[in-house]
Nanobody, 119 residues
Framework: QVQLVESGGGLVQAGGSLRLSCAASGSIFSANVMGWYRQPPGKQRELVAT???????NYANSVKGRFTISRGNAKNTVYLQMNSLKPEDTAVYFCNLDQNWLGTQYYYWGQGTQVTVSS
């Protein structure tokens, strides 16, 4: 079992910055993918950014150049630095961990943290 705990959401004005953190605990394998997804009001959950345990990073086009994802030294933490925030970034942000064990893919989610960007 894996638990993900997020922190760092809040209310910020357009153009401001926020930093999200996620700490994973439990049965975490050395090879995995951690990332951030978000669900805007009334919309489906969407990818924001992911980073593999090997350091390969992927961003959604809408956040490229503004958001930076990184992993902590302990490898069980992931951060999302969000700069130049826009009202359309308003969403619940979810931390995610994907890992494979004996051919079965396991997906874990945090409880979500609200990010609200005012215009």
């Amino acid at each position: 079992q894996v638990q993900l705990v997020e922190s760092g959401g809040g209310l910020v004005q357009a153009g401001g910055s926020l930093r999200l953190s996620c700490a994973a605990s439990g049965s975490i394998f050395s090879a995995n993918v951690m990332g951030w997804y978000r669900q805007p009001p009334g919309k489906q959950r969407e990818l924001v950014a992911t980073v593999t345990s090997g350091g390969r990073i992927n961003y959604a086009n809408s956040v490229k150049g503004r958001f930076t994802i990184s992993r902590g030294n302990a490898k069980n933490t992931v951060y999302l630095q969000m700069n130049s925030l826009k009202p359309e970034d308003t969403a619940v942000y979810f931390c995610n961990l994907d890992q494979n064990w004996l051919g079965t893919q396991y997906y874990y989610w945090g409880q979500g943290t609200q990010v609200t960007v005012s215009s």
